[in-house]
Each structure stands twice: as structure tokens, then as C-alpha cells.
């Protein structure tokens, strides 16, 4: 269910979806942009991956719009 509403959330703030594919204990979600982003079922989100189009502290930015504060964890280089 939140994996989702981030989905919906990504796609409306203009990231583009590569993948999404079922992972152990959640959903995994491919960004064009660079991110590679874990919903786990507890819930918690973590972030990950390498920037391509922006240095990361803009992709990190511009994804905390969508992204759930409290239980997302960052990891992007």
C-alpha cells in the first residue's frame, strides 16, 4: 500500500519509474534519476543509489517531497 502511494507521488512530482519489482520483505523501485528506492513492510523506506542527473543533495531534496520523513533512511552518493 505505501509502496504505491509513493509511486503515485514519484510519478506526479516528474521522476521517472524504470523498475518496480517485489524484494524480500517489500517493494523495490528504480528511478531514472539515480535512486533505488526500498519500501519495506515495517514500514521504513531507504534510499539509495548514485545520482546521475543532479549532485545528491538536490535529488535528496527533491525527493523529500514525496518521501515520507519519519521513516525514510538516506544513503545516496
Known amino acids: 500500500m505505501l509502496a504505491k502511494i509513493i509511486q503515485e507521488g514519484l510519478l506526479n512530482h516528474g521522476f521517472h519509474i524504470l523498475e518496480t519489482r517485489t524484494i524480500q520483505y517489500g517493494t523495490q523501485i528504480r528511478l531514472l ?3 533505488i528506492i526500498n519500501v519495506y513492510r515495517t514500514p521504513k523506506v531507504l534510499v539509495q543509489g548514485k545520482s546521475i542527473s543532479a549532485s545528491p543533495e538536490q ?3 527533491n525527493l523529500e517531497y514525496v518521501l515520507p520523513t519519519r521513516i ?3 544513503n545516496l552518493m
Open 33 to 35: 534519476e539515480g535512486a
Open 59 to 61: 535529488l535528496r531534496k
Open 72 to 74: 525514510t533512511v538516506w
